[in-house]
């Protein structure tokens, strides 16, 4: 392939994931209220499917909107000093931030709905497998199925995990979502958590200097 051809295309594609990323980026913006918001964008779920992209800015969006991503991103940070796994956690994360955010956006803009339902739809069809080798990810997939199809019960501990998520309806600030968040974690992913490094209160109580004098400094400065 010539090298001015190869360099070319290049250009296009980059102009094509910059212009999704705006696009995006937008949606979030628009939902949150929030033009200085700054998230990463998944360009790469567009690729997939486009409705995944954008049901995820728009849960975003509305979790900015409603409560606080600084809050949450501490908690989540904080949580990740004292070792917890960083892909179960994140995935807890995203369950509880979309179970707080969609019963309060979709009251403002009831065609969140539609663009929820093609996500889900689309996630279902092309992550099932995924999903499926994770406690979270199962979770996920009751919880999708429970808004496709109307909810049903599910095995206990999928179901007991699901009505923790069904709790944060209406809730009224961001600490109960963490709460949510940390009581998934340690009830399901590491029942060992809280016995080796403390309740939530200790996990919050950590001083930013802390974690920076341990090393975390590039982490704060590409992530948090």
């Known amino acids: 392939m010539p090298a001015m051809f190869s360099e070319s295309?290049?250009?296009?594609?980059?102009?094509?994931?910059?212009?999704?990323?705006?696009?995006?980026?937008?949606?979030?913006?628009?939902?949150?209220?929030d033009y200085a918001?700054?998230?990463?964008?998944?360009?790469?779920?567009?690729?997939k499917n486009k409705y995944i992209a954008l049901y995820d800015a728009v849960k975003q969006g509305a979790f900015a909107r409603y409560y606080s991503v600084d809050e949450l991103g501490l908690y989540l940070l904080k949580k990740?000093?004292?070792?917890a796994k960083e892909a179960p956690l994140t995935a807890l994360a995203q369950l509880c931030t979309d179970a707080a955010a969609y019963p309060a956006i979709i009251r403002e803009r009831p065609g969140v709905q539609g663009v929820?339902?093609?996500?889900f739809e689309a996630l279902?069809?092309?992550?099932?497998?995924?999903?499926?080798?994770?406690?979270?990810?199962?979770?996920?997939?009751?919880?999708?199925r429970?808004?496709?199809?109307?909810?049903?019960?599910d095995e206990q501990r999928i179901q007991s995990a699901k009505d923790i998520l069904y709790g944060?309806?209406?809730?009224?600030?961001t600490m109960a979502v963490i709460r949510a968040i940390d009581c998934l974690y340690n009830t399901y992913i590491d029942a060992s958590f809280e016995r080796r490094h403390g309740n939530l209160e200790r996990i919050l109580a950590v001083e930013m200097e802390e974690i920076l004098q341990d090393g975390w400094q590039d982490f704060l400065d590409e992530d948090l």
Do not use: P
Not at 9 to 33: C, H, K, P, Q
Not at 37 to 47: C, P, Q, S, T
Not at 116 to 119: N, Q
């Open 9 to 33: 295309m290049d250009n296009s594609i980059e102009t094509y994931r910059a212009e999704i990323e705006n696009r995006v980026r937008n949606l979030m913006w628009t939902v949150s209220g």
């Open 37 to 47: 918001l700054d998230v990463k964008i998944d360009v790469d779920a567009f690729a």
């Open 80 to 83: 990740r000093f004292y070792g």
């Open 116 to 119: 929820r339902k093609k996500a």
């Open 124 to 144: 279902l069809e092309h992550d099932f497998y995924r999903l499926s080798q994770s406690f979270a990810g199962r979770v996920k997939i009751s919880f999708m």
């Open 146 to 153: 429970d808004f496709l199809d109307g909810e049903r019960r």
């Open 168 to 173: 944060l309806k209406d809730c009224a600030d």
